[in-house]
């Protein structure tokens, strides 16, 4: 049967008054945000400002912020954190695979392995691997599970400059083909503004800007067209290109 139109146009996350406090400091503050289907979002905010506990609410993780608003999120949602969380005494195959059954599975995982450029690394385990490379056992570990929804925080905080910059690629080449929505936690504007293709900025428990990054991929960090998204979102951050 033909999906219902509305089915088709509705959006994969759809949040209306959320709101979450710690011991009485109120951290959201009434967040209204949707996120259609298959896009790409970022999400900005000084330290502290409630990107993670935003996440962790939309991932279904924080059953405290039940009922304080409405919140819907798809049913098949990955998480990817900044470090790894590979299990160290399983190999990496069975940690992509960690969760997942049906005869299918391990050529699945053998497939994602194969995408994030691990292919040959099934039966290392994660002691052996580099931080990048742990990172895209993650990321293969989330790709197996064919979700409709990736939520990452801040997945290559830990990681060096060359190396991040060559995840943003895989990144983007893997959304590209699978096609999730993304909702990508970061404090790096750059990372947000060369992968997402909207970019949302949390401030004072509000979305305080809601950004769309109307550029091709892909995108090149010198783009000097990048330069006018980059000093909007930087000055909604409260900050200016000289006092990053
Ligand atoms: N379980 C908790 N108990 C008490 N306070 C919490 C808890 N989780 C988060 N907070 C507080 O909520 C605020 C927002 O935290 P959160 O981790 O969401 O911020 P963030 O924007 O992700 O920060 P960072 O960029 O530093 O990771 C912080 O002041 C934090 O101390």
Redesign the pocket.
Known sequence: MAPHTEQLTRPAVSLRGLTRS??GRT?LDGIDLEIPAGQFTALL??????????LRAVAGLDHEVTGSGELHAPERVSVVFQDSRLLPWRRVLDNVLLGTDGKEAAAKGREALAEVGLAGRERSWPGELSGGEAQRAALARSLVREPELLLAD?PFGALDALTRIRMHGLLRELWERHRPSVLL?T?DVNEAIVLADRVLV?EGGRIGLDLTIDRPHPRSYSDPLLGEYRERLLAALGVTEDHQ
Do not use: N
């Open positions: 710690f011991d951290v905010g000084h330290s502290g400002s409630g990107k993670s506990t935003l801040e936690v404090h949390l």
